[in-house]
């Protein structure tokens, strides 16, 4: 189940960008008349930046344990390609119905931000009880793809690899989930 969260913050990555770059408050000053408002100040003009930097950071150290498992080989045997269709057009759908809505909200009220809060573990809920966690524009722009295969062992498998598949490759998966599987690589 952490490893659905964590996938969950990582898709949410393009969030936090947007929110620190949309809602930063650097107080500047030019002339002799100017002193430094000090940390805290700048702390209490900068939480929704702060937070967003917090988990900018969270989901750097969770996509680092991502890619580490992946690329330290998988328990299972390898498994052959018999048929297989890409579900990258999900990352996007992910990012249009999601990710892009939240930026647009007006965070300059408690009951704003509490409403966005709330929408982020909503949504979070949702994704990881849906087993859609996999669905992540954030893997997709550092060049991961996902696909749905059939092996001669198991049918409708949902895979996360670096790179792509095609049919008749031989994948080494490791479990996430039920039918849903990071592919540490192929070969023919």
């Not at 989901?59 to 390609?81: C, D, M, S, T, V």
């Not at 997709?140 to 792509?164: C, F, H, M, P, Q």
């Amino acid at each position: 189940m952490w490893q659905k969260v964590e996938l969950y913050i990582i898709s949410l990555w393009f969030l936090f960008l947007l929110l620190l770059i949309n809602k930063i408050h650097m107080p500047l000053c030019f002339g002799g008349g100017c002193a430094f408002i000090g940390f805290k100040q700048l702390f209490l003009l900068n939480i929704i930046p702060t937070v967003s930097l917090v988990f900018i950071i969270f989901g750097g150290i969770f996509y680092w344990r991502f890619n580490y498992k992946i690329e330290k080989g998988a328990p299972i045997l390898p498994r052959k390609i018999t048929r297989i269709e890409d579900m990258y057009f999900e990352n996007l759908a992910f990012l249009i119905t999601y990710i892009i809505p939240l930026v647009g909200f007006d965070l300059d009220s408690n009951r704003n931000r509490l409403t966005l809060f709330l929408m982020l573990i909503l949504i979070g809920w949702f994704y990881v009880k849906a087993n859609i966690f996999y669905t992540n524009p954030s893997l997709a722009v550092l060049g991961y793809r996902i696909y749905k295969i059939d092996t001669l062992e198991s049918e409708n498998i949902v895979v996360i690899v670096r790179g792509r598949l095609k049919e008749g490759d031989n994948i080494y998966p490791r479990r996430i989930d039920e039918n849903i599987f990071f592919v540490a690589g192929s070969t023919k």
